[in-house]
């Protein structure tokens, strides 16, 4: 595990072979890394990265989990999608709560974008690094989008 420091915190990031298969936040001190993670993290928190293209493998999970994953995975930079909206496109639109236990679990958050999506109505619940980190997230991809699509 390398670590980079970003604005919500240190990110414990695991690589195995070329990789990435975990981020953790809140990580103690650890080795740095020449990894293209490393860069693509730094470019993302400094607004200029919104596509990952790093290889990212997800390992474990169920197979709700990992179609969970792919999905929220498709959510572009600076948009926002409800954990019903991804049960509904999953097939069953009961399992919003599901939805946010997946979510829960994904290995690679920042990476694959589980903080884009938000309760019913866009509130802000839920978010393994805490709510403060994921409004943190949504704030800055929110302002980076504004800048590009205003040119300011």
């Given at each position: 595990m390398f670590v980079v420091e970003s604005p919500i915190g240190p990110l414990g990031v695991t690589v195995e072979g070329?990789?990435?298969?975990?981020?953790?936040?809140?990580?103690?001190?650890?080795?740095?890394?020449?990894?293209?993670?490393?860069?693509?993290?730094?470019?993302?928190?400094?607004g200029e990265l919104t596509e990952f293209t790093v290889p990212v493998r997800m390992p474990g999970g169920s197979d709700f989990e990992r179609s969970v994953w792919a999905e929220i995975a498709r959510i572009p930079y600076g948009e926002m999608v409800t954990y019903g909206a991804i049960a509904t496109a999953l097939?069953?639109?009961?399992?919003?709560?599901?939805?946010g236990t997946?979510?829960?679990?994904?290995?690679?958050?920042?990476?694959?974008?589980c903080h884009r999506v938000v309760g019913a109505g866009g509130r802000m619940v839920g978010f393994g690094g805490g709510l403060e980190r994921k409004r943190q997230l949504l704030e800055l991809e929110a302002r980076v989008s504004l800048t590009r699509a205003w040119g300011a």
């Open positions: 070329d990789a990435v298969v975990g981020v953790r936040f809140g990580a103690a001190a650890g080795r740095r890394a020449t990894h293209p993670a490393a860069a693509q993290l730094a470019a993302y928190f400094a097939g069953d639109p009961g399992a919003a709560r599901a939805v997946a979510c829960n679990r994904n290995p690679v958050p920042v990476i694959v974008p």
